[in-house]
């Protein structure tokens, strides 16, 4: 009974609670109706450990759907989800020489050539503790923040590792870095950008590989700004604030994501043109949860962790801006 109020409390996350979504009366009523209905359930079998490990499966469950998922992280950037124990590598090969010859006449030798990238493997999680009292007198709230906020924080930190790669392989001083502080993010400085970048990306045999424009709000909106925009894109800066697209590369507005302490992860000065094969982040088996109550102090502890591994291995298909 327990695991399914708190299945349907988490679903209400993205409908009525205070978390996303639409607060209507009846849904409102509906949502507290199954916070008190999850507290009573906790009050009832709070000394039964294997209700707890219950409850934590199906809050790994949420957090790992949700972190997988939902984020939009693999829509601008390779991601392979692969089993708990596998080693990711990259392989390209090169060398193959085609030839031009009369009929009948000798093709000249070529050797291919083989270049293995391995994945480095990280971890990334976080470890809470709150007292057993407290825990016990509003359960349902504690769960629901849990889950949300650690959702997000999942999801902001793999964002924060992405840029952090995109950074380390286009520093400063790389060739692939524009500094167009003093004029900003301007149309002539896009246009190049992009064309590099549709020069360098590399086919992966599976059809046309994207382009992303990448940054916040603040740094991709002076692409609404260009002259020349037909009537069309017009309109959909007027409805969605935004464009979806810029000469075929598709514009991805990240979130201000933050730390604990509210700092920015992702400057807002930057803009980013990359090819999908620039790198590749790799997810590895599920998330991995415990949950504990401490011998010695009355303190309840929930852990959450999970595999990745990131590699740029194609700095020369990525262009970093900076614009102010």
């Known amino acids: 009974m327990g695991a399914q109020i708190l ?42 450990e294997s209700w707890h490990r219950e409850q934590a499966l199906l809050l790994a469950e949420q957090l790992d759907y949700g972190f997988t998922f939902e984020n939009l992280f693999s829509t601008y950037f390779q991601v392979k989800r692969v089993g708990a124990f596998e ?19 000798y093709i000249e030798e070529s050797t291919l050539r ?71 993010l301007t149309k002539p400085v896009l246009d190049t950008a992009l064309r590099d970048v549709y020069d360098a990306v590399k086919p992966n045999g599976t059809g046309p590989v994207p382009v992303t424009i990448f940054g916040r709000r603040k740094a991709v909106d ?26 075929a590369a598709n514009i991805v507005q990240v979130w201000n994501y933050t730390d604990e302490n509210g700092q920015s992860y992702i400057p807002d000065n930057e803009v980013w043109v990359f090819g999908g094969t620039v790198g590749l982040f790799a997810m590895y088996g599920d998330l991995k949860t415990r949950e504990w109550l401490e011998n010695t102090v009355d303190y309840r502890h929930y852990r959450a962790r999970k595999d990745i591994g990131g590699l740029v291995h194609h700095p020369e298909q990525a262009r970093r801006i900076k614009i102010a």
Do not use: C
């Not at 205070?18 to 079998?45: M, S, V």
């Not at 809470?128 to 504690?142: C, G, M, P, T, V």
């Not at 650690?150 to 392989?169: I, K, P, Y």
């Open 87 to 105: 080693t990711v590598t990259l392989r390209e090969r090169s060398g193959l020489k085609v030839f031009y010859t009369h009929r009948g006449g």
């Open 114 to 184: 083989t270049e293995d990238f391995e994945l480095p493997r990280d971890t990334l999680g976080f470890h809470i503790q709150e007292f057993d009292d407290k825990l016990q007198a509003n359960f349902a709230d504690s769960m629901e923040s849990v889950a949300a906020l650690g959702q997000q924080r999942l999801e902001a930190e793999v964002n924060r590792r992405m840029f952090n790669l995109l950074q380390l392989a286009v520093p400063s001083t790389s060739p692939y870095y524009v500094d167009a502080a003093g004029t900003g």
């Open 222 to 247: 002076s692409i609404s700004a260009f002259a020349g925009w037909a009537p069309e894109a017009l309109e959909e800066i007027r409805l969605k604030g935004r464009l979806g697209t810029y000469n």
């Open 7 to 48: 299945s349907d409390l988490l679903t209400s996350m993205g409908t009525v609670s205070p978390f996303g979504g639409e607060k209507g009366r009846e849904g409102l009523e509906e949502y507290e109706r199954i916070k008190a209905a999850l507290n009573e359930e906790a009050k009832a079998n709070w000394d039964d």
